[in-house]
């Protein structure tokens, strides 16, 4: 499982010194109550064209979001046990979405772990990509995945993979059994993804690490696009590749 953080690490790191930056949102996240700055909220961006990127405000608030090339780019503030103002912003443009755009949040912690606006989960991808941000659970292997795996302890040998999320959580009294996974393969034919396991990702609080089974009827080579629901609200589309 180290290998498995060290990687992500890596992934994360290489993401913020790679980046070719068209434009750029940034402000501060702060308390609604006292006017004090949040640390540790992931300030997250979707592009239709460049995927998911993310920026954690520092311990005054601060955040800065560099995006590629969108039409169209999704923007929200995550923290576990808070809900933000605004909920979500969308900046769409005839063209590219460019230059400086100032976004500040506002947030209020919850007493208790409840859902108080369901949003949509947001499925990672990789840098300036729409590839799932994804790795085999037992190998920790990037993309392309086998369908197979002879190591795996279950006995349909199949490939478990390991996808993150931000905005992903279980409320008090809710079962694993709300959030489903599917899949659309190259012929159009959707699978359905079964959901094993989900847990916070140690050292990435804001982040959820969701571990599917790839389906025994899937014709490989393959690529796939993947999404995930939850309480009947779908999350972006990220692709996989399946050897």
Known sequence: MRHFYLLLALILTTALTAYSQVTTFSGKVTDQTTGAGIANVAVVAQGNQTGTRVAVTDATG?????????????????????????????????????????????GSALPFPILIFGLEPLLLTEDDSLKALAVDSIFYQRDPLPLLNNNNLGSDKRTRITLLLVDLDLFSGEL?????????????VAHDLPVEDLRKVPGFPWMTQLTVRLPSNLVVPNQLSVSVTARGKTSNAATIRVQ
């Open 62 to 106: 601060n955040y800065t979001l560099p995006m590629g090339a969108n039409n169209n780019i999704k923007v929200r503030a995550y923290r576990t046990n808070f809900v933000f103002n605004p909920l979500q912003v969308v900046f769409v443009s005839t063209g590219i979405v460019v230059g400086p755009h100032p976004l500040d949040f506002t």
């Open 176 to 188: 694993l059994s709300v959030i489903t996974a599917q899949a659309i393969d190259q012929s159009q």
